[in-house]
């Protein structure tokens, strides 16, 4: 089955470590983005990008980077973690031709910054 | 005030019970109205799909969206323990927009049906 995967699947690191985190999908998807969740806050938009050349800042790019490095990856960074960076991050993939807002997600990644 | 609003719940139904989940959100340029279904430990998953205002039923889920009142609306009939998640409404808008292909969540609402 085409799908998207994240990894790691969970990840404790500490204060003003560099964290990545990747994903991949086998949809054949053009356009991918980073959330993350938090309990009562529902799904915020990181970045996104809608090809290889067009990544965009979401509602809360502060404290995140990301790499778009084939149409199948895209890398999520937190350059110096910090604890309020400790949430569920979903990766999710998306088709324009065939509904631009119907998007698929990963199965996320468990961080937490101590 | 947020784009979208959701009331969180939690909401606990008896098996059988008729649910009713709510959003109302701001942004009249949105036109694709979605309801995502989130078990524990899981990534979201879409379970109904609506373009501008009316009704859709699949099944035990009715979607409906009233654009009038900026407002939506899941039903499922018949629940089922198995029903018991947490259910996130999304909004997006036409080509040319700025909300087009990104979506706008809830907060989502945790929904447990109990035997």
């Known amino acids: 089955d085409a799908d998207v995967t994240q990894t790691p699947r969970n990840r404790i690191t500490k204060t003003g470590k560099r964290i990545m985190l990747e994903c991949s999908q086998t949809k054949g998807h053009d356009r991918m983005y980073w959330y993350r969740q938090d309990p009562g806050l529902g799904l915020q938009l990181i970045y996104y990008s809608f090809d290889v050349k067009d990544i965009n800042k979401g509602e809360i790019s502060d404290g995140y980077s990301v790499s778009r490095q084939a149409q199948a990856k895209f890398s999520l960074s937190l350059e110096s973690a910090i604890p309020n960076q400790t949430a569920l991050y979903f990766c999710a993939t998306s088709d324009p031709g065939r509904g631009a807002n119907e998007q698929f997600f990963g199965p996320g990644t468990r961080l937490t910054v101590l | 005030q947020k784009e979208v609003e959701q009331d969180p719940g939690p909401l606990s139904v008896p098996e059988g019970a008729i649910v009713s989940l709510n959003c109302t959100y701001s942004?009249?340029?949105?036109?694709?109205f979605m309801w995502y279904r989130q078990y524990s430990r899981k990534g979201p998953e879409l379970l109904m799909y609506?373009?501008?205002?009316g009704n859709k039923e699949d099944g035990r889920f009715t979607a409906q969206v009233d654009k009038s009142s900026k407002y939506i609306s899941l039903f499922i009939r018949d629940s089922q323990p198995s029903d018991s998640a947490t259910y996130l409404c999304?909004?997006?808008?036409?080509?040319?927009?700025?909300?087009?292909?990104?979506?706008?969540f809830g907060q989502g609402t945790i929904l447990t049906v109990h035997p």
């Open positions: 609506t373009y501008s205002s």
């Open positions: 942004n009249s340029a949105f036109q694709y």
């Open positions: 999304a909004m997006g808008g036409n080509a040319g927009g700025t909300s087009y292909g990104k979506l706008t």
